[in-house]
């Protein structure tokens, strides 16, 4: 099982960035799907989460309406949309599966918001 994330950036406060997390070794259409972030000096928080068709997705209450979770169950991929950025979502961005009774994250992909 492994989940590779990419996309983050350098972005100015106002900006947009699409974070991408690409999924194998075990059967994506199947499963939910996770971005959380991990801030310099605090814990790890759940973004956002997607069910396994896509029909539901969830957010924090700090990103809703800036943040859209996707996924193409063909491509095996998960997207983050990242609008309206701002400094606080300044982080180390992760993709997560929950697999077979255990938690696969990627290696994380550094977003940061700064002028």
């Known amino acids: 099982v492994q989940v590779v994330e990419s996309g983050g950036g350098l972005v100015q406060p106002g900006g947009s960035l699409r974070l991408s997390c690409a999924a194998s070794?075990?059967?994506?259409?199947?499963?939910?799907m996770s971005w959380y972030r991990q801030a310099p000096g605090k814990e790890r928080e759940l973004v956002a989460y997607?069910?396994?068709?896509?029909?539901?997705?969830n957010y924090a209450d700090s990103v809703k309406g800036r943040f859209t979770i996707s996924r193409d169950n063909a491509k095996k991929t998960v997207l983050l949309q990242m609008n309206s950025l701002k400094p606080e979502d300044t982080a180390v961005y992760y993709c997560?599966?929950?697999?077979?009774?255990?938690?696969?994250w990627g290696q994380g992909t550094q977003v940061t918001v700064s002028s």
């Open positions: 997607i069910t396994s068709a896509g029909g539901n997705t």
């Open positions: 997560k599966v929950y697999w077979r009774g255990a938690a696969y």
């Open positions: 070794g075990f059967t994506f259409s199947s499963y939910a």
